[in-house]
T-cell receptor, first 116, second 115 residues
């Protein structure tokens, strides 16, 4: 079955420290992978996506993610975290539903807190 | 990026009444729109997928007669929660995408509270 696992429910880092958020997926075909960020009172914003090609993907706000097929992972990284990065982060994989429409399968999210 | 506007941002309604939520793509034609429900501190649950001019495809366990979805134009989809009950209180989010592109853009969400 298709699924996305984000092992860390909550992570706290200090401002300026590096960050890695883990994401593992289960999908039979070549996946389309996404990372979204959800800030309080705001809509979901796409940080980056992987469709094909270079397995290291650069996104907005200084984030990057690496697709590792052998590990079925798509971990999100940032070298230096800013206080404004505190938010909920969701990993998702693109799939098809019963009507052959594209849909996203979501992880449960990782809540990031940043200490000053 | 493309803009998706969702209205209202929040709504409080009495139990037994119906509530309509609108989702508009402001600067692109959305051939496909998605409706999600998000419970506090949880992930997004896809409720249904709608293609313009077609009936929505509902996910397993989602009541079609309870959550009516209409996608009559390329820029507007609506979700109507019929005969709302307190257990329908939740955060509803729409997203939209266009053909040949698997990226979807999200609305700000609607907080529904049924009292």
């Amino acid at each position: 079955a298709q699924s996305v696992t984000q092992p860390d429910i909550h992570i706290t880092v200090s401002e300026g420290a590096s960050l890695e958020l883990r994401c593992n997926y289960s999908y039979g075909a070549t996946p389309y992978l996404f990372w979204y960020v959800q800030s309080p009172g705001q809509g979901l914003q796409l940080l980056l996506k992987y469709f094909s090609g270079d397995t290291l993907v650069q996104g907005i706000k200084g984030f990057e993610a690496e697709f590792k097929r052998s590990q079925s992972s798509f971990n999100l990284r940032k070298p230096s975290v800013h206080w404004s990065d505190a938010a909920e982060y969701f990993c998702a994989v693109g799939a098809r539903n019963a009507g052959n429409n594209r849909k996203l399968i979501w992880g449960l999210g990782t809540s990031l807190a940043v200490n000053p | 990026g493309a803009v998706v506007s969702q209205h209202p941002s929040w709504v409080i309604c009495k139990s037994g009444t119906s509530v309509k939520i609108e989702c508009r793509s402001l600067d692109f034609q959305a051939t496909t729109m998605f409706w999600y429900r998000q419970f506090p501190k949880q992930s997004l649950m896809l409720m249904a997928t709608s293609n313009e001019g077609s009936k929505a495809t509902y996910e397993q366990g989602v009541e079609k007669d309870k959550f009516l979805i209409n996608h009559a134009s390329l820029t507007l989809s609506t979700l109507t929660v019929t005969s709302a009950h307190p257990e329908d209180s939740s955060f509803y989010i729409c997203s939209a995408s266009w053909r040949t592109n698997t990226e979807a853009f999200f609305g700000q969400g609607t907080r529904l509270t049924v009292v």
